[in-house]
DNA sequence: ATTATTTTTTAGACTAATCTAAATATTAAT
DNA sequence: ATTAATATTTAGATTAGTCTAAAAAATAAT
């Protein structure tokens, strides 16, 4: 049985792989998790005992076949709940992960799949993050920065990269969510900001959110 | 911030506290939390360090005002999701209490409310116990134990008082379940049993059964 | 009123998870 | 190729929660 900690250290693992590309290193891990590097050595060599991890010392490490399944079974879960929470108790997108955080520890195989059912088997969550089915796969997906259109383009906004709160609560007091529809009007060659028209009203965007939000365009 | 572990020591000593209507004793603790007499000593100091509890060595102990909000609360966590996972969820009532078990930690106050909006403010979980609401306020109800009644009496299925997921399967499969509609058709004087007619069906029912359900007498 | 039984507490040790400070390896810079 | 800087591991301590075995207190039995 994994501890709820192992899970955490697993999914902070899982998380810089997939940004990295390569064998996680341990201060990374212990950045990821908000804890000192002896710590993360210490789990390390843990894990690596129970077969959840790759690891030899100071190589970095990599998830196992196993670790990464019960990694990945873990983004299902906290990603079921996030879409749960807003989809049924009307959270808004900025107050989810936290509670989320929680809740993906909950142990029952049973429970993740009958709440993916009562949830319509959503492929996607609040932050437009891909959900992994029952058997650990992704649905992919097109997705451009918005920073990369240009004039006149139209795009639909399908996701954002960074989830910090303060960031999603200031898309929030810009209108901007899923699904909403973006018309660059202007873009300025010098810093990169632009001026995108949504519901009607044109604010302006600098390249730092611009950067964050995921679109696809329409057309 | 009370831990898992300390929250779980609460509830114990509330459960215990509510069928003996006294201090809890230090080995009641232990056979409740399945944990060594020792074990419980050490964290009855702890607990009552943090002042949720009322302790002095040898006397057993009982809850403070601020124990028992947290151990309340915590009822109604785990009868809310133990709701949700029965009339959302459509899981069986013998199936719920170990996963709700997980779910009645997950701290955030605006997550039990709304959860409890979503489920319509329901009064009862699916075993008839009593939810409390966001002020702690239990809503009392008559209830009386089956195997009182008489030949000939009519009652309503209303609550359990045994939660032992075996009994609650063998109730399934005598298709005894909350809101059922009994019909006393014979009472045995010398051991107690009873014949009594459900959706039209007759089934024999020993005292150790019927001295674990509650009905509402139906006029 | 002693003695026996039961209950509770203490003593001492163990594991998981954490920390700081010091030691060692690896990588980068000169 | 040394030296400097960075990354990682070890050493040693700490805390929550647990255990067994032994001591002490409370209760019950004679
Ligand atoms: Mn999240
Ligand atoms: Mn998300
Ligand atoms: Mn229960
Ligand atoms: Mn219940």
Same mark, same amino acid.
């Given at each position: 049985? =994994?501890?709820?900690? /192992? @899970? %955490?250290?697993? $999914? &902070?693992?899982?998380?810089?792989? /997939?940004?990295? $590309?390569?064998? #996680?290193? =341990?201060n990374a891990i #212990? $950045? /990821?998790?908000?804890?000192? &590097?002896?710590? *993360?050595?210490d789990m390390l060599k843990r894990l690596s005992e129970k077969g959840l991890i790759n690891y030899q010392k100071y190589k970095g490490v990599s998830l196992s076949t196993k670790g990464s399944?019960?990694?990945? %079974? !873990? +983004?299902?879960?906290?990603r079921l709940w996030e879409s749960f929470l807003v989809k049924k108790l009307d959270f808004t997108w900025d107050k989810v992960h936290d509670i989320a955080e929680q809740m993906e520890h909950i142990k029952s195989e049973e429970l993740v799949n009958? !709440?993916? @059912?009562?949830?319509?088997?959503?492929?996607?969550?609040?932050?437009?993050?891909?959900?992994p089915n029952a058997d650990g796969k992704f649905t992919l997906r097109v997705q451009v920065l918005l920073s990369l259109l240009r004039k006149n383009d139209k795009a639909k906004v399908i996701g954002v990269k960074e989830h910090d709160n303060d960031f999603l609560r200031y898309l929030n007091s810009k209108n901007i969510q899923l699904g909403s529809e973006l018309y660059i009007r202007e873009? %300025?060659?010098?810093?990169?900001?632009? +001026? *995108? @028209?949504?519901?009607? @009203?044109k604010v302006t965007?600098? /390249?730092? *959110?611009?950067?964050?939000?995921?679109?696809k365009k329409s057309a």
């Open positions: 049985m =994994t501890s709820h900690t /192992e @899970e %955490n250290y697993l $999914k &902070a693992i899982y998380k810089i792989a /997939e940004k990295d $590309k390569k064998p #996680a290193g =341990t #212990a $950045k /990821e998790m908000d804890t000192s &590097a002896a710590s *993360v050595t399944k019960i990694a990945t %079974n !873990l +983004i299902r879960k906290h009958r !709440l993916d @059912e009562f949830l319509g088997f959503p492929k996607f969550d609040p932050h437009g993050d891909p959900i873009k %300025n060659d010098y810093d990169k900001s632009m +001026i *995108v @028209e949504i519901d009607g @009203e965007l600098t /390249e730092k *959110v611009t950067k964050q939000i995921y679109v």
